[in-house]
């Protein structure tokens, strides 16, 4: 059965005429990777803020692991890990005094901090640059450094703004595949971000956010069907009496491209290709080639916010 970490229903916040988040209604479940998308000033950081009992809510409720930011800010941050956009760590101290402090500030008993700190600076590949000072360190180790932060606190829910601009590829590949990790390993993440390849990547579904309020939301296939129809693309070399026929007859199939006589390009709602393969068979023929371009998030926001 599923766990609600995060729940959001009909919240709201209004900076005096400003509707910064208007109505909106989401929920996130345990171990899921959850992306706010949306044009700047669309209410993302509004929303995170209020998850964080950083801003008070104009109207709706919210619950964090069923509890109420606002009545509760102290145990909900102390059961969430919160990356902002840029992670404030003392420059002048080493990552492992860094993490020591916020330790402290934790209350975590002493006898324990040394041990949970060399596990989370392992877990984020900082193990070997533990004691050199925070202001040596690149954007992508201060990225890590806050996962680590995240990892040491032990929390079910991690929130990250903008976790992956101005990281290289390198950086963002491993910054991902932590992410991942800890969603594989039952941590919830929310995180917002303008780039569109990284969360098609990384998450499981994604609000589009658009004037304070979501326009749309689930898995991206999902989102391909609602703004471009279909979306995926399926690429099929193969040879076969009446081929065309039988491709175009594949439930789900909406175009049949033939630019050749040996190649097929189907734009379907769904993945194709086990069909197109019967196909092939059914036609007597030979299947060369099979391919499938997943739909993408970028051609869907850009489609969507075109239309709007
Ligand atoms: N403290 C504030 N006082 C007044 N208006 C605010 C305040 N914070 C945010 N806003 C307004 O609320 C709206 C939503 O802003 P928010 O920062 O949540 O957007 P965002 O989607 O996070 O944008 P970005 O992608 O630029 O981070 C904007 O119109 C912004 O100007």
Redo the contacts with the bound molecule.
């Keep these: 059965m599923s766990e609600l970490v995060i729940q959001a229903d009909g919240l709201t916040r209004r900076?005096?005429a400003?509707t910064?988040?208007d109505h909106i209604t989401f929920t996130v479940e345990r171990g899921e990777v959850f992306g706010l998308l949306?044009?700047?000033?669309?209410?993302?950081?509004?929303?995170i803020l209020m998850l964080l009992g950083l801003?008070d809510i104009s109207a709706g409720s919210v619950r964090v692991l069923g509890r109420d930011p606002q009545r509760e800010p102290l145990a909900v941050k102390r059961q969430v890990g919160y990356m902002p956009d840029a992670v404030g760590f003392y420059d002048h101290l080493t990552a492992r005094e860094n993490l020591s402090y916020t330790a402290r500030l934790l209350g975590m008993p002493a006898g324990e901090r040394d041990a949970a700190i060399d596990a989370a600076l392992a877990r984020v590949r900082l193990q070997d640059v533990a004691d050199k000072r925070v202001a040596t360190f690149s954007r992508g180790m201060r990225q890590r450094l806050g996962l680590a932060e995240i990892v040491m606190k032990g929390t079910q829910v991690a929130i990250l703004d903008?976790p992956t601009s101005g990281l290289d590829p390198q950086s963002t590949e491993e910054f991902l595949e932590l992410v991942r990790s800890l969603a594989a390993e039952g941590v919830s993440v929310l995180l917002?971000s303008?780039l569109l390849e990284h969360m098609q990547r990384i998450c499981d579904r994604v609000a589009l956010?658009q004037r304070?309020r979501i326009a749309l939301m689930g898995t991206v296939p999902a989102l391909a069907k609602q703004v471009l129809g279909g979306g995926y693309a399926v690429a099929v070399e193969a040879d076969g009496q009446g081929l065309a026929g039988h491709l175009r007859a594949i439930p789900g199939v909406y175009q049949l491209e033939q630019p050749d006589p040996q190649h097929y390009r189907l734009l379907a709602d769904h993945d194709v290709r086990a069909d197109a393969a019967r196909a092939v068979v059914q036609a007597g023929g030979q299947l060369y080639r099979l391919s499938v371009d997943q739909p993408s998030l970028d051609v869907i926001y850009n489609r969507f916010f075109q239309s709007q």
């Excluded at 949306?38 to 929303?47: M, R």
């Design positions: 900076y005096g400003t910064a988040v949306g044009p700047n000033g669309a209410g993302k950081t509004t929303t801003t903008e917002s303008h956010f304070g």
